[in-house]
């Protein structure tokens, strides 16, 4: 009976000897202060690892991996709370949670800083970082594999009559090139609206100015919990009878907000919106 | 209450309502071909040019006649029953207590029920602040109504803010400008259908009202021995106070608290009408109608990025008055 736990013990030491051969350290307090390291986590390790992660994690409108998150502890993106919490690892991104970033890093704990993911290609890469820094390098790889495989099949070759997509959110932004959702639409075999209509910098643009110069696809963008009047401008009746059918699509914000293997899930759709786009002119 | 010699001006009037409506139909951010857009729209073809005209202008231009000539008249009928010339719905809190009340219907999801649970929020918002308004003031005088109306307003204003931080979507609390300042980009003809109803009614019941105010303007007793009732429930007061709130709580809740329109229209056409109450009522609709449909067209010509609110230029316009009849006010007192 005693030695059932010093076997045990060898066993998780032999197994940190050859992690750490491969320079990578299992991590078992892994606090999280962005949605997307959220999210990437909740992918690659175990739930009991995962000390804290933020309150978007379990907003369905928000992150696709919402129900996984459901019942997770949620921490508070000060510096206090993260230290407390005694993480032997920090997830943050590049843009919020700097302070408590930054005092984590003061007080010794290690730290990694995930950017947001500007190319589907991105993806891939971020994963097996994200996985090396936790401990699990081979599940990364797996995942990561499997994503440059599903990415393969569903990429189109770009070119220049593929037909024209606006993006279209709340309030009528309208997203440019250089962002997640721009690559997934190139990958899609369509073009950006923002990169053939010549509209400058804008970036809202009144309904009246989409109708006046429609794109072939209007890709409307959902995002957000509750009711606006940002949103319900998404639902206004001249936008339904202009792009009819085949020329509207929705993609859930979700799916592309943060860079993960579901982002795909948004290429699927905007790829087959492309072929009804091509059938119903045929 | 139209008299014969108010026919030159409000023909005057409708005749530029009409012609702004139309060029409000006509011109607006993007060029359109307009004879083939009118062609496409009634033969139900779904062209660029026939939704933008149907679905984006033909509604928001309708809505300013019928907002902008709801709060012309709801100023001219409040001036004439309380006989005061600063009173208006914007500034006593009527249009405050509409957006509250809308605010709640709309970000809660009441709305999901029914459409036309949005106008009757802003009804609901508008009689309980012109209720407290009349309740607070009292036989109070000039002064003591402003104060109210400032104290409402500002509440008003203050809980609708509360209540937009504390919704889910977290687009609400950037909304606020839409509801205190009024605006009537992207509106549908839902809001006109959900919006029409009300406005019209309460429009005719002020409309009834005409000879009370002339008898008003003479003092209580006076009306009363000439056989106006002024209390009760068809009396003035509940017709002015159930019009009001009917009219502003309807528009109010499909195009925001659009203040100063019942303010300055009564002010300026007042010279016109001989300083009759009665005679200012339907020049008052259409001169507010007027103001809001220039305001609209502004509002287009000036926005670049972001759109600018109505509210905000209707305020240019009003605030000078209501600083004038403070003036005014000031010299009298002294």
């Given at each position: 009976?005693?030695?059932?736990?010093?076997?045990?013990?060898?066993i998780?030491?032999?197994?940190?000897?050859?992690?750490?051969?491969?320079?990578?350290q299992?991590r078992?307090?892994?606090?999280?202060?962005?949605?997307?390291?959220?999210?990437?986590?909740l992918?690659?390790?175990?739930?009991q690892?995962?000390?804290?992660?933020?309150?978007?994690a379990?907003?369905?409108?928000?992150?696709?991996?919402?129900?996984?998150?459901?019942g997770?502890?949620?921490?508070?993106?000060?510096?206090?709370?993260?230290?407390?919490?005694?993480?032997?690892?920090v997830l943050?991104?590049?843009?919020?949670?700097?302070?408590?970033?930054?005092?984590?890093?003061?007080?010794?704990?290690?730290?990694?800083?995930?950017?947001?993911?500007?190319?589907?290609?991105?993806?891939?890469?971020?994963?097996?970082?994200?996985?090396?820094?936790?401990?699990?390098?081979e599940?990364?790889?797996?995942?990561?594999?499997?994503?440059?495989?599903?990415?393969?099949?569903?990429?189109?070759?770009?070119?220049?009559?593929?037909?024209?997509?606006?993006?279209?959110?709340?309030?009528?932004?309208?997203?440019?090139?250089?962002?997640?959702?721009?690559?997934?639409?190139?990958?899609?075999?369509?073009?950006?609206?923002?990169?053939?209509?010549?509209?400058?910098?804008a970036?809202?643009?009144?309904?009246?100015?989409?109708?006046?110069?429609?794109?072939?696809?209007?890709?409307?963008?959902?995002?957000?919990?509750?009711?606006?009047?940002?949103?319900?401008?998404?639902?206004?009746?001249?936008?339904?009878?202009?792009?009819?059918?085949?020329?509207?699509?929705?993609?859930?914000?979700?799916?592309?907000?943060?860079?993960?293997?579901?982002?795909?899930?948004?290429?699927?759709?905007?790829?087959?919106?492309r072929?009804?786009?091509?059938?119903?002119?045929? | 209450?139209?008299?014969?010699?108010?026919?030159?001006?409000?023909?005057?009037?409708?005749?530029?309502?009409?012609?702004?409506f139309a060029?409000?139909?006509?011109?607006?951010?993007?060029?359109?071909?307009?004879?083939?857009?009118?062609?496409?729209?009634?033969?139900?073809?779904?062209?660029?040019?026939?939704?933008?005209?149907?679905?984006?202008?033909?509604?928001?231009?309708?809505?300013?006649?019928?907002?902008?000539?709801?709060?012309?008249?709801s100023?001219?009928?409040?001036?004439?029953?309380?006989?005061?010339?600063?009173?208006?719905?914007?500034?006593?809190?009527?249009?405050?207590?509409?957006?509250?009340?809308?605010?709640?219907?709309?970000?809660?999801?009441?709305?999901?029920?029914?459409?036309?649970?949005?106008?009757?929020?802003?009804?609901?918002?508008?009689?309980?602040?012109?209720?407290?308004?009349?309740?607070?003031?009292?036989q109070?005088?000039?002064?003591?109504?402003?104060?109210?109306?400032?104290?409402?307003?500002s509440?008003?204003?203050?809980?609708?803010?509360?209540?937009?931080?504390?919704m889910?979507?977290?687009?609400?609390?950037?909304?606020?400008?839409?509801?205190?300042m009024?605006?009537?980009?992207?509106r549908?003809?839902t809001?006109?259908?959900?919006?029409?109803?009300?406005?019209?009614?309460?429009?005719?019941?002020?409309?009834?009202?005409?000879?009370?105010?002339?008898?008003?303007a003479?003092?209580?007793?006076?009306?009363?021995?000439?056989?106006?009732?002024l209390?009760?429930?068809?009396g003035?007061?509940?017709?002015?106070?159930?019009?009001?709130?009917?009219?502003?709580?309807s528009?109010?809740?499909?195009?925001?608290?659009?203040?100063?329109?019942?303010?300055?229209?009564?002010h300026?056409?007042?010279?016109?009408t001989?300083?009759?109450?009665?005679?200012?009522?339907?020049p008052?609709?259409?001169?507010?109608?007027?103001?809001?449909?220039?305001?609209?067209?502004?509002v287009?010509?000036?926005?670049?990025?972001?759109?600018?609110?109505?509210?905000?230029?209707?305020?240019l316009?009003?605030?000078?008055?209501?600083?004038?009849r403070?003036?005014?006010?000031?010299?009298g007192?002294?």
């Open positions: 009976m005693r030695r059932r736990p010093a076997l045990t013990c060898l998780v030491i032999g197994l940190v000897a050859v992690w750490g051969g491969a320079r990578a299992t078992h307090r892994i606090v999280s202060l962005n949605l997307c390291t959220d999210q990437m986590l992918l690659l390790v175990p739930r690892d995962i000390v804290g992660v933020t309150s978007l379990a907003d369905c409108s928000n992150a696709v991996m919402c129900d996984a998150a459901r997770l502890p949620v921490i508070r993106q000060t510096a206090e709370a993260v230290i407390a919490a005694r993480p032997d690892l943050g991104g590049v843009y919020t949670a700097a302070t408590a970033i930054l005092a984590a890093r003061e007080t010794g704990l290690p730290v990694m800083q995930v950017p947001p993911a500007e190319r589907l290609d991105d993806i891939p890469r971020q994963i097996r970082e994200v996985a090396r820094a936790v401990g699990v390098p599940r990364g790889e797996a995942l990561a594999g499997a994503f440059a495989r599903r990415l393969d099949a569903l990429r189109r070759v770009p070119s220049v009559t593929d037909p024209v997509a606006a993006i279209y959110g709340a309030n009528g932004f309208v997203t440019d090139k250089g962002s997640l959702s721009d690559d997934v639409l190139t990958h899609a075999g369509l073009r950006n609206f923002t990169t053939v209509a010549g509209m400058g910098r970036h809202f643009l009144p309904i009246e100015m989409l109708i006046a110069r429609p794109p072939d696809l209007l890709v409307v963008d959902r995002s957000g919990v509750g009711t606006s009047l940002a949103q319900s401008m998404l639902d206004h009746p001249a936008l339904r009878d202009a792009f009819p059918g085949p020329h509207r699509v929705t993609i859930p914000a979700r799916l592309w907000l943060c860079g993960l293997p579901q982002t795909l899930d948004a290429l699927d759709r905007l790829a087959r919106a072929d009804a786009l091509e059938r119903g002119n045929r | 209450m139209n008299d014969r010699r108010d026919r030159t001006l409000v023909a005057i009037l409708g005749g530029a309502v009409l012609a702004l060029l409000s139909l006509v011109w607006g951010e993007s060029a359109i071909a307009f004879g083939p857009a009118c062609a496409d729209l009634l033969a139900g073809r779904h062209s660029a040019g026939a939704v933008i005209l149907g679905e984006l202008r033909l509604p928001r231009a309708i809505l300013a006649v019928t907002v902008g000539g709801a709060l012309g008249l100023g001219a009928a409040l001036q004439g029953y309380l006989r005061n010339p600063l009173a208006d719905p914007g500034v006593l809190g009527v249009s405050g207590g509409a957006a509250l009340g809308a605010v709640l219907v709309f970000y809660t999801g009441l709305m999901g029920l029914s459409v036309a649970m949005l106008p009757l929020g802003g009804l609901a918002g508008a009689l309980l602040a012109v209720l407290l308004l009349m309740g607070l003031v009292g109070g005088g000039a002064l003591v109504l402003l104060l109210a109306g400032a104290a409402l307003s509440f008003a204003a203050a809980l609708t803010a509360l209540a937009l931080n504390l889910p979507s977290p687009y609400a609390s950037f909304e606020i400008m839409h509801w205190v009024g605006s009537l980009t992207d549908t003809f809001h006109v259908w959900i919006s029409l109803p009300g406005t019209l009614l309460g429009c005719l019941l002020m409309l009834t009202t005409a000879r009370a105010l002339d008898a008003l003479l003092g209580d007793e006076v009306a009363e021995s000439l056989g106006f009732r209390r009760g429930p068809a003035i007061q509940a017709r002015v106070v159930l019009g009001t709130a009917l009219a502003v709580g528009c109010v809740a499909v195009a925001g608290a659009i203040g100063f329109v019942g303010l300055v229209i009564p300026l056409l007042r010279p016109l001989g300083h009759q109450p009665s005679r200012l009522l339907l008052s609709f259409l001169g507010g109608a007027l103001l809001l449909l220039v305001a609209d067209a502004a287009r010509v000036l926005s670049t990025g972001t759109e600018i609110q109505i509210g905000v230029l209707t305020a316009a009003g605030a000078p008055v209501f600083f004038f403070v003036l005014k006010m000031r010299r007192m002294s």
